[in-house]
């Protein structure tokens, strides 16, 4: 494929395999991802301190949404957290399958062509 960024980053061509271009990226990408995510969690967890019936609240708005539409919030925040296990077990399969046969993301390729 073509993936300019990638491939200066990586020094080489990074190849259309997931699996094998995650082991082509650079450690200090990998580094600087995990770096900004633990800065996410610590800010989170430690410096804004949500209220406790309500920890979606990073940014102080609890004011702005009345109490009476907090079980609709409650609910869709279900919904979309619901959603996104889904996608991680759909995603944690095609790895999976992938892992297994080695052809998964080529026959995608060829179906999509």
């Known amino acids: 494929g073509w993936h300019p960024i990638g491939d200066a980053a990586a020094r080489t061509v990074v190849s259309d395999n997931p699996l094998i271009a995650a082991e082509q990226t650079p450690l200090g990408a990998w580094l600087q991802v995990f770096f900004s995510l633990m800065v996410i969690e610590w800010l989170v967890a430690y410096v804004t301190k949500p209220p406790a019936e309500k920890p979606w ?11 009476e539409e907090y079980s609709e919030w409650k609910r869709s925040q279900l919904a979309e957290i619901n959603n996104g296990r889904l996608a991680m077990f759909g995603i944690i ?21």
């Open 57 to 67: 609240d990073l940014v102080g708005w609890s004011s702005v949404i009345r109490d």
């Open 93 to 113: 399969g095609l790895i999976a399958q992938d892992l297994y046969t080695g052809t998964y993301f080529e026959e995608i390729k060829n179906i999509c062509l």
